[in-house]
């Protein structure tokens, strides 16, 4: 007979989950002090945000105080699509190029819980994708997803590291996994040897403001650092090169989520068309999208920057 945490796996993965694992919501004490060393060497850089309620961070009681078990997902997001190489537009991470992947881990999630209530009215929980004061990786890793890969994303052998991760505080006690995933990152270097801005300045820790993915979508300045100015490669929001250049991306496969498909068949965006951009064709244009998240100045400027 299976048990709960098993019967809720089978579960998360009908649901479209690529993979699922379930902890104890121990403190995250070790990894919580790396993240201070990290914030401390400013590493940050302007997302003051990542300094709040650090203690939250590291211990999940404290944002759901009645938590027993911690439910980590995986929700693939690759597909099988390549950029264009024409230099009048500017090229979007994978990630963004479908619906924005908060609402849609969100939405699974949620559909997840009810079902975990509606067989145990005891059940509660409280979602986290990404906003909440989560240590998302550092669940990933404990869950047993996968290893934090030298480019500080979790990589799973299974399906690389194309994958949005979500977690579901429950007040529950289940079964946990012990096991993790063992660092097979070896002695490969490749994610630090292809970053053009040098931003992964050791194995495992990037500084943020040398990052394009960082100062395309959240640096909030006028104008770019020259470094990255002088090494955009054509990217226009986030980039992806570390996992592009990653061996264990090999093992790939296309999402079944077929909202993460690029939406209007765009993987880039047309930079004569973002200058000439309103506010309000911006707001209908990426309505749910994770594009928004660097607003309409931000995407004007990172064209501008382009030219």
């Given at each position: 007979?299976?048990?709960?945490?098993?019967?809720?796996?089978?579960?998360?993965?009908?649901?479209?989950?690529?993979?699922?694992?379930?902890?104890?919501?121990?403190?995250?004490?070790?990894?919580?002090?790396?993240?201070?060393?990290?914030?401390?060497?400013?590493?940050?850089?302007?997302?003051?945000?990542?300094?709040?309620?650090?203690?939250?961070?590291?211990?999940?009681?404290?944002?759901?105080?009645e938590?027993?078990?911690?439910?980590?997902?995986?929700?693939?997001?690759?597909?099988?699509?390549?950029?264009?190489?024409?230099?009048?537009?500017?090229?979007?991470?994978?990630?963004?190029?479908?619906?924005?992947?908060?609402?849609?881990?969100?939405?699974?999630?949620?559909?997840?819980?009810?079902?975990?209530?509606?067989?145990?009215?005891?059940?509660?929980?409280?979602?986290?994708?990404?906003?909440?004061?989560?240590?998302?990786?550092?669940?990933?890793?404990r869950?047993?997803?996968?290893?934090?890969?030298?480019?500080?994303?979790?990589?799973?052998?299974?399906?690389?590291?194309?994958f949005?991760?979500?977690?579901?505080?429950?007040?529950?006690?289940?079964?946990?996994?012990?096991?993790?995933?063992?660092?097979?990152?070896?002695?490969?270097t490749?994610?630090l040897?292809?970053?053009p801005?040098?931003?992964?300045?050791?194995?495992?820790?990037?500084?943020?403001?040398?990052?394009?993915?960082?100062?395309?979508?959240?640096?909030?300045?006028?104008?770019?650092?020259?470094?990255?100015?002088?090494?955009?490669?054509?990217?226009?929001?986030?980039?992806?090169?570390?996992?592009?250049?990653?061996?264990?991306?090999?093992?790939?496969?296309?999402?079944?989520?077929?909202?993460?498909?690029?939406?209007?068949?765009?993987?880039?965006?047309?930079?004569?068309?973002?200058?000439?951009?309103?506010?309000g064709?911006?707001?209908?244009?990426?309505?749910?999208?994770?594009?928004?998240?660097?607003?309409?100045?931000?995407?004007?400027?990172?064209?501008?920057?382009?030219?």
């Open positions: 007979m299976r048990t709960f945490a098993e019967t809720i796996k089978l579960k998360a993965s009908e649901i479209g989950f690529s993979k699922v694992g379930i902890v104890a919501p121990e403190p995250l004490w070790t990894e919580g002090a790396r993240l201070s060393d990290w914030l401390g060497r400013g590493f940050h850089g302007e997302m003051a945000w990542m300094e709040r309620e650090p203690e939250k961070r590291s211990d999940p009681r404290l944002l759901f105080p938590a027993r078990s911690i439910v980590v997902v995986a929700l693939n997001y690759f597909t099988p699509h390549q950029h264009e190489p024409n230099s009048s537009f500017g090229k979007v991470s994978r990630y963004a190029w479908g619906d924005d992947y908060h609402d849609v881990v969100r939405e699974k999630l949620t559909e997840l819980l009810f079902w975990i209530e509606s067989q145990d009215p005891s059940a509660e929980g409280k979602i986290c994708v990404d906003t909440a004061p989560m240590m998302d990786k550092a669940w990933a890793v869950a047993g997803l996968g290893w934090l890969g030298k480019h500080s994303n979790v990589i799973t052998k299974e399906i690389g590291s194309w949005f991760i979500g977690s579901l505080l429950l007040n529950i006690e289940l079964d946990y996994d012990t096991e993790t995933v063992e660092d097979h990152c070896g002695t490969c490749a994610c040897d292809a970053c801005t040098n931003a992964i300045v050791e194995p495992y820790v990037v500084d943020s403001r040398k990052c394009i993915s960082y100062a395309t979508i959240e640096l909030r300045d006028e104008t770019f650092p020259h470094d990255i100015t002088e090494n955009l490669d054509g990217w226009i929001y986030g980039c992806d090169i570390c996992q592009d250049v990653c061996p264990w991306n090999r093992f790939e496969q296309p999402t079944d989520e077929k909202r993460f498909e690029p939406r209007n068949g765009e993987k880039s965006l047309d930079l004569d068309s973002l200058a000439e951009m309103d506010h064709e911006y707001v209908t244009r990426f309505r749910r999208s994770a594009i928004k998240r660097t607003k309409l100045s931000g995407l004007k400027r990172n064209a501008r920057a382009l030219k």
